[in-house]
């Protein structure tokens, strides 16, 4: 049955012996992604306008980092404080969101104040900072930022390490082990899904990074590589090929099909196509775990997300200066070939079984 | 709120048990079974190779090629087009393989007639190549009656616009502004949101998804709400007539999201865009004074992001219910 309305599908879960009683009332902070997004934009205009304000209210004692420091410890401890004195109230948590935002900026100020020639340490900072705010501040769009923020903020530091091609690899495991846990640990799902939310924001944002900037993985006759640079871009280009792999590794495993059959194999070498291709379009792998993912837990916005990484992914890697346009599009063109047999490899091992009145194939 | 989300909320509310959640997932038809994996992977596997291969293909006409001459290029562009309809012409279009060869065959005309821009060097301006192709795939658009086919030609007639305004100067004497460019996609855009969403209630196709409106509502309300803030902040150059536009463009939206199609998605782009508006009426009249300016604005951002949540959380429970 596919329930229409959250009474009905109670019904259907106690005729199943799965619940008793009534259903829990659904409440009105259950808010639709969208209208969740609307806030977190509308949150971080209102936290610029604040730390304008702080800012220039208190420029006569901002004078060094320590005072930008303390300040923004200051303010983000009272906008937790907001968050857990009214988690349930619209003001409280626009304001809260607002208010961490500010102070957030100040405690960024504060420490390219006083690292000002050390980018990674003020990028581990920052990180420290957002997972301390994602574990105290109980707010969902908060903690997707916060996620979000630290997992940038990691990937600063390991470009300013020169570490930059493991970025989205990195991230695709961490993404891809989180969303195939979703169900796993459900208890605590609003607090796992906003992270893994923010992290799969992050791996786009690192997706694209790596496509616009020249260098980013240090594929191709980049000027003053440091030593060692090819093997960084090898390895890292091959962690989004084996967080693909171990995602539909998981996937197959979590829909019960036998380890050593033929089906399991021949989707695992289909999957290998594309993740030989991402050694040299690293993004094509990452963002097809996140459709995948997206698919796989029923999460349509997680799906779409995917969807767009793969459509901006191509869009961005036409501009990318790391290879040739003749070596990329023998690359795609090729890549797309074997997908497309690998379909018609699909349709002779797994026929589409009809249903009464469909035509379609 | 659909199944899975329920479903997870009850687990987290300790109405449901972990231990039950895979079978209640399973009943509610929240995850995809075995058949449903097999139509998933199959729209998967056609859809990104006809991608990955198209963009190969136009990536090889845009590398600079020395050893190729005009004719192997043309060849080559026109039997991509060719091929393309042939597929075209064997699966037909009622199948998702038609429908998606008809996709790559739009996009491997558009890189023809970039491929003629850039052998012949006609003169012509980029967005007449752009009108060109919004002209040409038009029939090919009109019969593949699919929403992505749509939203390719409405993406491929704004760049044209927007390209029109670049590089065109002024007709009859009158400078050609950024405004003109805002009000002619706005033109566009809303026009096509209406045709869309007027044949959507009447045709049981493709055109009822709502991924279209939903883009077309964006593009719409973006571009009226620049069209505001250039008002606030270029008051002596720009329109009065803009805020009007954007006081119709939200009445209307209200109107017709809350009592005919119902999407939120919409109004939450309403809300931001009061948000966006009032905040720069206030930026502009209030920061420049003293730092308290600045946390007026700031408050008042608060405040009616907290309103605007609380009315479309309260809209949503009610249509739950």
């Known amino acids: 049955m596919r329930a229409s309305d959250p009474q009905s599908l109670w019904s259907c879960l106690e005729a199943e012996g799965l619940v008793v009683g009534t259903s829990p009332p659904t409440g009105v902070s259950a808010a639709p992604w969208f209208v969740r997004v609307m806030l977190g934009i509308a949150g971080w205009i209102g936290g610029l306008f604040l730390m304008f304000f702080v800012g220039l209210a208190l420029k006569d004692v901002l004078q060094s980092p320590a005072a930008y420091l303390t300040t923004g410890l200051v303010v983000c401890t009272a906008?937790?404080?907001?968050?857990?004195?009214?988690?349930?109230?619209?003001?409280?948590?626009?304001?809260?969101?607002?208010?961490?935002?500010?102070?957030?900026?100040?405690?960024?100020?504060?420490?390219?104040?006083?690292?000002?020639?050390?980018?990674?340490?003020?990028?581990?900072?920052?990180?420290?900072?957002?997972?301390?705010?994602?574990?105290?501040?109980?707010?969902?769009?908060?903690?997707?930022?916060?996620?979000?923020?630290?997992?940038?903020?990691?990937?600063?530091?390991?470009?300013?390490?020169h570490l930059q091609a493991y970025g989205p690899g990195l991230l695709a495991i961490a993404c891809a082990w989180i969303w195939l846990n979703e169900f796993h640990y459900a208890r605590w799902g609003a607090t796992l899904r906003a992270g893994?939310?923010?992290?799969?924001?992050?791996?786009?944002?690192?997706?694209?990074?790596?496509?616009?900037?020249?260098?980013?993985?240090?594929?191709?006759?980049?000027?003053?590589?440091?030593?060692?640079?090819?093997?960084?871009?090898?390895?890292?280009?091959?962690?989004?090929?084996?967080?693909?792999?171990?995602?539909?590794?998981?996937?197959?495993?979590?829909?019960?099909?036998?380890?050593?059959?033929?089906?399991?194999?021949?989707?695992?070498?289909?999957?290998?196509?594309?993740?030989?291709?991402?050694?040299?379009?690293?993004?094509?792998?990452?963002?097809?775990?996140?459709?995948?993912?997206?698919?796989?837990?029923?999460?349509?916005?997680?799906?779409?997300?995917?969807?767009?990484?793969?459509?901006?992914?191509?869009?961005?890697?036409?501009?990318?200066?790391?290879?040739?346009?003749?070596?990329?599009?023998?690359?795609?063109?090729?890549?797309?070939?074997?997908?497309?047999?690998?379909?018609?490899?699909?349709?002779?091992?797994?026929?589409?079984?009809?249903?009464?009145?469909?035509?379609?194939? | 709120m659909d199944a899975r989300r329920l479903i997870l909320r009850w687990v987290e509310q300790e109405a449901l048990a972990p231990s039950s959640l895979p079978r209640a997932l399973a009943l509610a038809e929240a995850l995809p079974t075995q058949e449903n994996w097999r139509r998933f992977l199959d729209r998967l596997l056609l859809w990104l190779g006809m991608a990955l291969v198209a963009s190969g293909l136009i990536f090889f006409l845009a590398y600079n090629w020395k050893e190729?001459?005009?004719?192997?290029?043309?060849?080559?562009?026109?039997?991509?087009?060719?091929?393309?309809?042939?597929?075209?012409?064997?699966?037909?279009?009622?199948?998702?393989?038609?429908?998606?060869?008809?996709?790559?065959?739009?996009?491997?005309?558009?890189?023809?007639?970039?491929?003629?821009?850039?052998?012949?060097?006609?003169?012509?301006?980029?967005?007449?190549?752009?009108?060109?192709?919004?002209?040409?795939?038009?029939?090919?658009v009109l019969v593949g009656r699919s929403s992505y086919l749509w939203l390719l030609w409405l993406a491929i007639v704004n760049a044209a616009i927007t390209f029109y305004f670049q590089v065109l100067p002024g007709r009859f004497g009158a400078?050609?502004?950024?405004?003109?460019?805002?009000?002619?996609?706005?033109?566009?855009?809303?026009?096509?949101?209406?045709?869309?969403?007027g044949l959507a209630a009447r045709r049981p196709d493709g055109l009822r998804q709502r991924l279209g409106p939903r883009v077309l509502a964006t593009a719409s309300g973006a571009f009226v709400t620049a069209l505001v803030m250039l008002q606030i902040?270029?008051?002596?150059?720009?329109?009065?007539?803009?805020?009007?536009?954007?006081?119709?463009?939200?009445?209307?939206?209200?109107?017709?999201?809350?009592?005919?199609?119902?999407?939120?998605?919409?109004?939450?782009?309403?809300?931001?865009?009061?948000?966006?508006?009032?905040?720069t009426y206030f930026a502009k009249h209030l920061t420049h004074t003293d730092s308290g300016g600045f946390l007026v604005v700031g408050l008042i951002v608060v405040l009616l992001s907290a309103a605007g949540g609380w009315w479309l959380k309260h809209l949503a429970a009610g249509d739950e219910q």
Request: net charge positive.
């Open chain 2, 233 to 279: 902040l270029d008051e002596y150059r720009a329109s009065a007539f803009g805020t009007p536009a954007w006081l119709v463009w939200l009445a209307a939206a209200l109107a017709i999201y809350r009592r005919t199609v119902k999407d939120l998605f919409v109004l939450a782009g309403g809300v931001l865009s009061v948000i966006l508006i009032v905040a």
């Open chain 2, 175 to 197: 400078p050609i502004t950024t405004e003109h460019q805002l009000w002619t996609l706005f033109a566009f855009d809303t026009g096509a949101l209406l045709l869309w969403e």
């Open chain 1, 79 to 161: 906008a937790a404080m907001l968050f857990r004195a009214q988690p349930d109230s619209d003001f409280a948590s626009q304001l809260g969101l607002a208010l961490s935002l500010a102070g957030q900026g100040l405690v960024l100020t504060a420490l390219t104040k006083a690292l000002p020639n050390n980018s990674s340490a003020v990028a581990i900072g920052m990180s420290f900072w957002e997972a301390i705010l994602f574990v105290s501040v109980p707010n969902f769009v908060h903690r997707v930022w916060a996620s979000w923020a630290g997992a940038c903020a990691i990937l600063f530091a390991l470009a300013d390490w």
């Open chain 1, 196 to 361: 893994a939310y923010g992290l799969t924001l992050a791996l786009i944002f690192a997706v694209a990074q790596q496509a616009l900037i020249p260098g980013a993985g240090w594929w191709h006759g980049t000027a003053n590589r440091p030593p060692g640079s090819d093997y960084h871009a090898w390895i890292g280009a091959g962690l989004g090929g084996i967080a693909l792999l171990g995602l539909i590794r998981g996937l197959l495993t979590r829909e019960a099909l036998e380890p050593a059959s033929g089906a399991r194999w021949r989707i695992l070498a289909a999957a290998g196509v594309l993740a030989a291709a991402s050694l040299k379009a690293p993004g094509l792998a990452p963002a097809m775990a996140i459709l995948l993912l997206g698919y796989a837990n029923g999460n349509r916005l997680l799906a779409a997300l995917g969807v767009a990484a793969l459509g901006g992914y191509l869009f961005l890697y036409y501009y990318s200066l790391e290879a040739t346009l003749l070596y990329k599009s023998t690359l795609l063109a090729t890549t797309g070939m074997a997908l497309l047999g690998a379909r018609t490899l699909l349709h002779k091992w797994w026929p589409v079984s009809r249903q009464p009145g469909d035509s379609r194939a």
């Open chain 2, 68 to 140: 190729l001459g005009r004719l192997a290029k043309f060849s080559l562009a026109e039997a991509m087009v060719a091929g393309a309809m042939l597929f075209v012409w064997r699966l037909g279009l009622d199948r998702p393989s038609g429908k998606a060869a008809l996709f790559g065959a739009c996009l491997f005309l558009g890189a023809l007639l970039a491929l003629i821009g850039q052998t012949y060097q006609t003169g012509a301006d980029t967005f007449e190549l752009f009108g060109s192709w919004a002209a040409m795939i038009l029939p090919w």
